[in-house]
T-cell receptor, first 116, second 111 residues
Framework: NAGVTQTPKFQVLKTGQSMTLQCAQDMNHEYMSWYRQDPGMGLRLIHYSVGAGITDQGEVPNGYNVSRSTTEDFPLRLLSAAPSQTSVYFC???????????????FGPGTRLLVL | AQSVTQPDIHITVSEGASLELRCNYSYGATPYLFWYVQSPGQGLQLLLKYFSGDTLVQGIKGFEAEFKRSQSSFNLRKPSVHWSDAAEYFCAVGPWYALNFGKGTSLLVTP
């Protein structure tokens, strides 16, 4: 198992550009989530999904879009990047209780994004 | 609304000394509580978690945490700190798939 993978590892964007951060997991997890980490702020939830076709907003959803067309993938889209979106982005996945899995999130290695 | 407060931004301890990192939470229902550790430039590693049952939870790397409902606290402890424990520690609350993290406590270990 590769676990949770994120691409790219590092990206530089100009203000106004769009891009998609990729997240994939091969553990057949129902739940997937996106967080951003900024110095002194901890991790903040952006969006999460409890299954294919189902997404919901977290604490800081503005400026980000998500969709979940498959169980394995949960891409995060920045439609018009802003310097305030400079951050480290972590994707995570986990089982649901119904599937009998443990209530533990598995985090990816992160994507470091710089918006100029 | 759920929230997590980690009162200490930085903590310095001597190697071999005991450690306690504080965490206070606000949550409407029975909380799911977690402690994660992040070494510099690394991802997050789960140290331990609490959902129900025994309020003293054992985790990896010799860490433990105690849930105190009356104080809305979930403090992390270790009897003897090693230099390799220097890292950022995050307390989190909420459903495990949509966590609310504290701002973290940075631990420095001195010789």
């Amino acid at each position: 198992n590769a676990g949770v993978t994120q691409t790219p590892k590092f990206q530089v964007l100009k203000t106004g550009q769009s891009m998609t951060l990729q997240c994939a997991q091969d553990m057949n997890h129902e739940y997937m989530s996106w967080y951003r980490q900024d110095p002194g702020m901890g991790l903040r939830l952006i969006h999460y999904s409890v299954g294919a076709g189902i997404t919901d907003q977290g604490e800081v959803p503005n400026g980000y879009n998500v969709s979940r067309s498959t169980t394995e993938d949960f891409p995060l889209r920045l439609l018009s990047a802003a310097p305030s979106q400079t951050s480290v982005y972590f994707c995570a996945s986990s089982y649901s209780i119904a599937s009998g899995g443990q209530e533990t999130q598995y985090f990816g290695p992160g994507t470091r994004l710089l918006v100029l | 609304a759920q929230s997590v407060t980690q009162p200490d931004i930085h903590i310095t301890v001597s190697e071999g000394a005991s450690l306690e990192l504080r965490c206070n939470y606000s949550y409407g229902a029975t909380p799911y509580l977690f402690w994660y550790v992040q070494s510099p430039g690394q991802g997050l590693q789960l140290l331990l978690k609490y959902f129900s049952g025994d309020t003293l939870v054992q985790g990896i790397k010799g860490f433990e945490a105690e849930f105190k409902r009356s104080q809305s606290s979930f403090n992390l402890r270790k009897p003897s700190v090693h230099w390799s424990d220097a890292a950022e520690y995050f307390c989190a609350v909420g459903p495990w798939y949509a966590l609310n993290f504290g701002k973290g406590t940075s631990l420095l270990v001195t010789p």
